[in-house]
């Protein structure tokens, strides 16, 4: 296994790719220089993750008890809100929001689902059962 | 199957911005000697606009950056140079038809991308983004040869990542995007480009009308950020200020939310016009800006750390916003004032 370089990051999966970074020094020159993110970047994007992480197992949670179908655990799971699945699945606002009851989502058509499936980039097996 | 192999002779460089960063690519392709903060400069690359009503990624937008392809687009027009931007390909198959075709003629076709499901991307940054740009320059087999100024060295794609990431749908959807440059003569004056290039920033930043777009929707988002934690409570709060950090710091930016690329420009403009005073003098405000850019993001991201209980006061951070502002405005005053 390789070994991490960038320090700021624990997990070796993450904040490996160098980017060029540009700063004004005293003396009034541009630099540029080719390195990692520091730790107030990594502290801001991982606050999104958790944001997203917590998210994702609440909608998680909800699907289990039966509350909500698990288009909205995946919608949680692709990052996306009701809007932006709807523009992606090709299906409106308004029926996004009503397949996520259980008993409607159960008795969705194959062609419904097939486009959903599309929108998450899974099989439709996956998308009835959740992990 | 026998393997089709073209690969274009392009030299892949790593850029802080990536539509700046392939339109440079892209001329040097070509002969024409533009850097990167150059490219961004003459193409208007620098903006500011700040939608409260409207929610991506659960918080509300900013963007320190113009619409997808208006670099490209600006940075051609004002040059002379010919270009051909096609916005929207409604088959997928035909425009990937359409990119192969290109690649056998030895073009290097730019195109906008979504960035979610893009695979060699670092995955801290896979979130929905549709305003990527990256360039392909080749193709083996079932292989694209992509440069994608972000990163530092080119990366390939297969067939059906390419065509996904292309037709990634949600806000600003891609729909296929590609640009390319048809002909470019030698000899090109970049300084009528240049006086442009200013005078359109300028009058996007402190010239439109409208209180969310330039300086004035900075100043509006500042007094904001004041309310937030009252307003919102302190957990969602943070996480609306990290969302102007993450889009000022973060997905490519070079830093300071292009701050630091615009005053570069400024600069390499100044020198070009005969060491020009007051150029060089919007240079280094612009760089003092940026450099108070980055001390925002420190102390703002201490904030984003301890949620429930913030270090740093709201208000002085609104304050200090307000100050970036103030310190904007007087650069592109300054530069409204220039006479050529």
Not at chain 1, 70 to 95: C, F, H, Q, T
Not at chain 2, 209 to 228: E, N, Q, S, T
Not at chain 2, 260 to 277: D, Q
Request: net charge positive; with cysteine.
């Amino acid at each position: 296994m390789e070994e991490n370089q960038n320090p700021v990051y624990k997990n070796k999966d993450y904040g490996q790719s160098r980017e060029l970074l540009y700063s004004y020094e005293n003396d009034g020159q541009y630099k540029k220089t080719v390195g990692f993110h520091g730790e107030p970047d990594r502290i801001i994007l991982q606050q999104a993750w958790d944001h997203f992480g917590e998210r994702i197992e609440d909608a998680r949670k909800r699907v289990k008890a039966g509350k909500v179908s698990p288009v909205a655990y995946y919608m949680e799971k692709n990052l996306l809100d009701p809007m932006n699945l709807g523009m992606i699945a090709g299906i409106s606002l308004w029926r996004v929001k009503w397949h996520f009851k259980p008993i409607v989502f159960n008795r969705l058509h194959e062609k419904t689902l097939q486009k959903y499936a599309k929108a998450f980039n899974i099989t439709i097996d996956q998308l009835k059962n959740i992990e | 199957m026998e393997t089709t192999k073209t690969i274009i002779n392009y030299t892949h460089r790593q850029a802080g911005h990536c539509e700046s960063g392939a339109t440079s690519n892209l001329f040097k392709f070509y002969g024409l000697d533009i850097s990167e903060p150059m490219a961004f400069g003459i193409g208007n690359g620098l903006y500011f606009s700040y939608i409260p009503f409207l929610k991506i990624m659960f918080a509300p937008m900013i963007s320190f950056r113009n619409l997808p392809n208006t670099v490209f687009r600006r940075a051609t027009q004002y040059l002379g140079i010919e270009a051909t931007v096609i916005k929207k390909i409604k088959d997928p198959k035909e425009a990937m038809a359409m990119l192969d075709r290109n690649l056998e003629q030895g073009i290097p076709t730019g195109m906008q991308v979504g960035v979610f499901q893009l695979t060699f991307f670092p995955p801290e940054y896979r979130q929905h983004y549709n305003m990527h740009n990256l360039v392909a320059f080749g193709k083996e087999g079932n292989l694209y040869h992509i440069s994608d100024t972000v990163m530092e060295f080119p990366q390939v794609l297969t067939y059906d990542d390419l065509l996904r990431v292309r037709y990634a749908g949600g806000a600003f959807a891609p729909q296929g995007k590609m640009y390319w440059i048809n002909n470019l003569k030698p000899g090109i004056d970049i300084k009528p480009a240049i006086i442009k290039g200013i005078k359109k920033t300028v009058y996007e930043m402190i010239g439109i009308p409208f209180p969310l777009i330039g300086v004035k929707g900075l100043k509006w988002m500042a007094r904001d950020l004041k309310k937030w934690p009252k307003k919102h409570g302190n957990e969602k709060a943070s996480f609306y200020l990290g969302q102007i950090l993450r889009m000022a710091e973060d997905f490519g930016t070079g830093g300071a939310g292009f701050r630091y690329i615009y005053g570069a420009f400024l600069k390499e403009a100044g020198e070009l016009f005969g060491n020009h005073t007051e150029l060089l003098e919007a240079a280094d405000i612009m760089g003092k800006t940026a450099n108070k850019w980055r001390e925002f993001t420190y102390i703002g991201a201490r904030n984003c750390k301890n949620r429930s209980k913030p270090e740093e006061d709201y208000g002085m951070l609104s304050d200090m916003l307000m100050g970036i502002a103030q310190n904007e405005e007087i650069v592109y005053r300054k530069l409204e004032k220039i006479k050529f």
